[in-house]
């Protein structure tokens, strides 16, 4: 298999580095993350006009790609710059639209923003442990629940809604004035947020939503792969420019063995991410494809923690200050593996698949 990017997937990627650096510095991404809505709206339309949104979809949804490798292209362009912009909520909404049919034009032109609701209580992305429901009162549907850790919820117009009616997992699209949000900064920066519905309206998407919602979920987690592994690009080469120019003993720090040592090996690691996070790419739309994303959710979930910790120690007590960006882009990635589950999830995941 040819992995050789595409022309198309080539000018993206510069197109979105040259933006991202120019306008998504690390000191305006301090401004935005960690403040609600954790979102720049001017930015948010500017990212939808040079195609970082419609790159997640097919041109039958409305998009002009919608493969795996489109979308690990775009995280890979935020994971480096750490843009802490609700794009993750909205691929995994535009998934299950694209699933239903429904036109999402005005999501893919970044007019209006979309969530999707799945985890509840710890915020498991478990599909059996939603207990929230929806039932038919004649005049529309009403929803009653709450929901979880809703990535991308402080800055949602709407959200996509997983809810049991009886023995169904259905899907329901909720507006956001219609229900109470609580919306939050996470540790690492970025929004999510608390959904709480009480007899709250809704408008039925998916009556049987279930194999729509795995396949959405997949999708998003294939992109967290492809942000940390944007991410750990960076924090190698901050480590590796700091290990140049920081002086010991009269000398680099970046002299001594020791640290080349490790320096070299979290280079290794990292391809390594980059492999199974390209293998998983390669494998969506297959039947191999749950699978595949568990495998490389497990690996980048090890990775990362690895690369955030070498990270920090090679640039001393600076990487634990506000101001160094390494600590920055270790939070996250230590955050990514808890995301849509952790290491330890997936890894029991690929056991499971390879019983059966």
Known sequence: MDFTPTDDRRMLTETLDRFLAAEYPVEHRMKIAYDLPCHDAGLWAQLAELGALGALLPEEAGGFGGAGF????????????????PVLGALMALRLLQAAGQDATDVLEGTRRMALAVGEADGSPELDDIACTARDEGDGWRLSGRKSVVYGGPAAHAFLVAARNGDALGLWEVDAGAAEVAGYAMIDGGGAAELLLSDTRGRLVMADARAALEDALDWGRLALCAEAVGAMDRAHALTIDYLRTRKQFGRPIGAFQALQHRAVDMGIEIEQARSITIHAA????????SRAVSMAKSLIGRVGRQISEEAVQM???????????ISHYAKRLVMIDHQLGDTDTHLARVMAAYAA
């Open 70 to 85: 489109d979308v690990t292209t775009v995280f890979e362009a935020l994971g480096r710059t750490l843009c802490p912009e």
């Open 282 to 289: 390669g494998s969506m739309g297959t039947p191999g494809q």
């Open 315 to 325: 640039h001393g007590g600076i990487a634990m200050t506000w101001e160094a960006a």
